[in-house]
């Protein structure tokens, strides 16, 4: 089922055509990476989801209803790129308002708070403020106050950013872990590598127009460029035209790309026939770096402020 | 509701638990009570210090002796010398300052510009000094005139009146005697404290407000709820304070004036001491107590109440929009708040005029316009003001406290979630009257 479904959701600025007819749809209990370069309009996405901002036109679908942001503000966490926080006030209490104005009782949220801050061992912060802690530190207290009410929906606008590695892997267990509670998990960012790790589906927008939707192993076959890797010591007199272009060649492996009509058997099949000895032999599928690279790059990364009709 | 209710206390509590709050709280009544209280010692004691004037008294208008009815000042004329030969000398022998009496130089008919009196000192001499010397020299002459003339001084005191007018109100309780002085007093305190509070606690909510958006929790917390209940519950927590500080002053200035003898307890007694001395004193004392009593306290207090949260409330709002439109810095702030400032002073301004002449057609336009009414009618508060003016000043007053509201919500909707530039006036009008 999906949690979220957005329909051609539009939202423009004086300047800018921020979200341009934007759909896709979330299925509950996955981890969704919204990708896409500086300026895309993920931010703007993410606010609309949010109920912070009203789309100009188009409809947003939250578990089955249509989006209520007062309403649907307890289902929802949000943790925003730029993190804030009230610097003079006392953590705990700072986490129990956070949690109250979500909608929480008070005893659930105390409850709650427990749990995390053990979970995270914070329970020496509870009287500290946070312009005492470092910014790994009120990173991890950014984290706790967004997941604090149990919402359905978890949105996390690059939640690295700032953390060291060990408290990075922290924050990823949970994400997990969030994800397998049955907790659906919004999570943008422009660092493809941990878009590889954690996401199931992505999608890339890129001036405010969706360019990319699915899941990460069908966006990699749809980009493949049958690019193989040949772990063997190959003689240049063997590389033979007829098969496959040489990408690159070095003494202990080819990497190859296939000629149309091609397969993988035949070239292997030829490699064993001139009795080469293989030690390895895989498909080079590329990464969501250079997908997301070939097809940004194509359109131009920088934004123009362009006039909207 | 409920939410809007969290944020309120929590704006309330996290200012009212602050040490700032508790001591500015306490200070400042203490300051003003010491202050009340170092003056009316100071005005008891008179000055301690004995000054002796030398006179070389050329004209011969004295007799062999003066004396002086300020007995902190003694005067010694001095014989044998002259005001050049003298004014290098008089330090030395212990005088504060020369006083010398020569006749006049040019031809003039009447009797004091005959001669020409200077004072000589080393530093600037204090107007009491002078005052006391004028006086003496008046008093001396004018003796010496009538006698002249052939007139007891004596009978003339006699004949010379000294009319003193009182004002009676007539209310429905009975007569009560005005004292122009405290209408005064009472209407400017009123004016200026509210003029005071608007400021300062609408800087308050400014604040709160950029440092919300600077913080970027703006966007946590208006993720949760509406982003007017953000700022009204801003604004009506950060009055309650200003409210509950005016309650403790209330309170705890009542209780030190009655903590004063306790604490000096030698000033009553210096009190009445000056009393006896000088009968004029407890007249005043009695004046005053009247012109307290005749004060429509009740309407004063009020009224107070009502310009004072009708006034923060309609300036918060703006002062929240600016707040939510400006970033880290205070030189853009400043900027944009001149503009909501001007009206405030601006309605200082008539107040001062409107406490001397309530009536006036600039004092009632003052008052009855929303954005001086607050400071303009507490400067009228005290005089008769017509049923009909205090209700289309207060009706207009909360008019414009929605329209502002409804208009600078909007803008604070945008504001507060826009990084970078600060907008132009005519993208934040565009803002506030956008659909």
């Known amino acids: 089922m999906d949690i979220l479904s957005l329909h051609e959701l539009k939202k423009y600025f004086a300047t800018q055509k921020a979200v341009d007819n934007i759909s896709f ?6 981890i969704f990476g919204l990708l896409g370069p500086n300026g895309a309009g993920k931010t703007t996405l993410l606010r609309m989801i949010t109920g912070i901002f009203y789309p100009d036109s188009g409809e947003i679908i939250f578990n089955g209803k249509k989006f209520d942001p007062l309403n649907d503000a307890i289902n929802i966490g949000y943790m925003p790129e730029e993190r804030g926080l009230y610097k003079k006030m006392k953590i705990g209490e700072q986490v129990l308002y956070l949690a109250r104005l979500k909608g929480m009782s008070k005893t659930d949220a105390m409850a709650q708070i427990k749990k995390w801050f053990v979970k995270f061992e914070m329970e020496s912060w509870w009287d500290k403020k946070v312009e005492d802690l470092s910014k790994g530190m009120s990173q991890k207290l950014q984290f706790v106050t967004t997941v604090i009410h149990q919402p359905k929906l978890i949105i996390l606008d690059e939640p690295f950013s700032g953390l060291d590695p060990v408290n990075a892997n922290l924050i990823k267990d949970e994400i997990f872990n969030l994800a397998k509670n049955g907790s659906t998990i919004i999570f ?3 660092r493809m590598e941990q878009v590889e790790e954690i996401c199931d589906h992505i999608v890339l927008v890129n001036k405010g127009k969706k360019i990319l939707d699915g899941t990460i192993s069908n966006v990699k076959q749809d980009f493949k460029e049958n690019v193989y890797r040949l772990g063997a010591a190959i003689s240049p007199e063997l590389l033979t035209k007829e098969l496959f272009e040489v990408v690159k060649h070095q003494p202990e492996q080819l990497l190859l790309k296939l000629n149309t009509q091609k397969t993988s058997n035949e070239v292997l099949q030829y490699f064993i026939q001139e009795g080469v000895h293989i030690q390895s ?5 590329p990464t969501l770096n250079d997908i997301f690279l070939t097809l940004v790059e194509n359109n131009g990364v920088t934004r123009k402020f362009q006039p909207v009709n | 509701m409920n939410k809007i209710r969290l944020i309120i206390s929590r704006e309330y509590l996290t200012r009212v638990k602050k040490k700032s709050f508790l001591l500015t709280t306490l200070l ?20 301690d210090e004995k000054q002796q004037i030398a006179v070389i008294d050329e004209s011969k208008i004295f007799d062999k002796e003066i004396h002086s009815t300020d007995k902190s000042i003694s005067f010694v004329i001095i014989k044998n010398e002259t005001e050049q030969s003298f004014i290098k000398k008089y330090k030395e022998q212990g005088f504060q300052a020369l006083l010398s009496i020569v006749p006049a130089t040019t031809k003039d008919t009447s009797s004091s510009n005959k001669m020409k009196f200077v004072l000589h000192s080393e530093s600037s ?31 003339f005191d006699n004949i010379e009146k000294n009319v003193l007018l009182e004002n009676i109100i007539d209310t429905q309780e009975g007569s009560k005697k005005s004292n122009a002085g405290i209408t005064y007093a009472v209407s400017f305190a009123c004016g200026i404290l509210i003029y005071m509070m608007m400021i300062f606690y609408g800087t308050q909510v400014m604040r709160g407000v950029t440092e919300e958006k600077t913080n970027r929790i703006a966007e946590v917390v208006v993720s949760s709820v509406k982003p007017f209940q953000l700022m009204m519950g801003k604004i009506i927590g950060i009055g309650a304070v200003g409210l509950t500080q005016f309650a403790i002053w209330l309170v705890l200035l009542f209780m030190m004036q009655m903590a004063i003898p306790f604490i000096f307890p030698d000033l009553l007694q210096q009190a009445n001491n000056a009393a006896i001395n000088n009968q004029e004193n407890t007249v005043m004392i009695a004046d005053i107590m009247q012109g307290i009593s005749a004060l429509p306290l009740t309407k004063i207090i009020l009224s107070f109440l009502f310009y004072f949260l009708g006034g923060y409330l309609t300036y918060a709002s703006l002062f929240a929009a600016v707040g939510s439109v400006v970033s880290e810095d205070q030189q853009e702030a400043q900027q944009l708040v001149f503009p909501i400032l001007m009206p405030i002073i601006l309605g200082f301004v008539i107040m001062t005029k409107a406490i001397n002449d309530p009536n006036s057609s600039l004092a009632v336009f003052g008052s009855i316009f929303p954005l001086t009414s607050p400071i303009v009618m507490m400067g009228r508060i005290t005089s008769d003001i017509p049923i009909w003016q205090l209700a289309l000043s207060m009706i207009l007053l909360i008019g414009c406290f929605f329209f502002f509201t409804w208009i600078t919500g909007k803008i604070y909707r945008i504001g507060i979630l826009m990084y970078g530039k600060k907008p132009t006036w005519k993208e934040m009008i565009k803002w506030a009257f956008a659909k």
């Open chain 1, 25 to 30: 749809n979330i299925s509950e209990g996955s």
């Open chain 1, 281 to 285: 032999f895989n498909e080079v599928l």
């Open chain 1, 188 to 190: 943008s960012t422009h």
């Open chain 2, 28 to 47: 400042v009544p203490l300051v003003m009570v010491g202050f009340y209280a170092a003056i009316i010692a100071i005005s008891l004691k008179g000055s």
């Open chain 2, 125 to 155: 001499v204090s107007l009491s000094t002078m005052n006391a010397i004028e006086e003496l020299i008046n008093n001396t002459l004018r003796t010496k005139e009538l006698i002249a003339n052939g007139i007891d001084p004596i009978a």
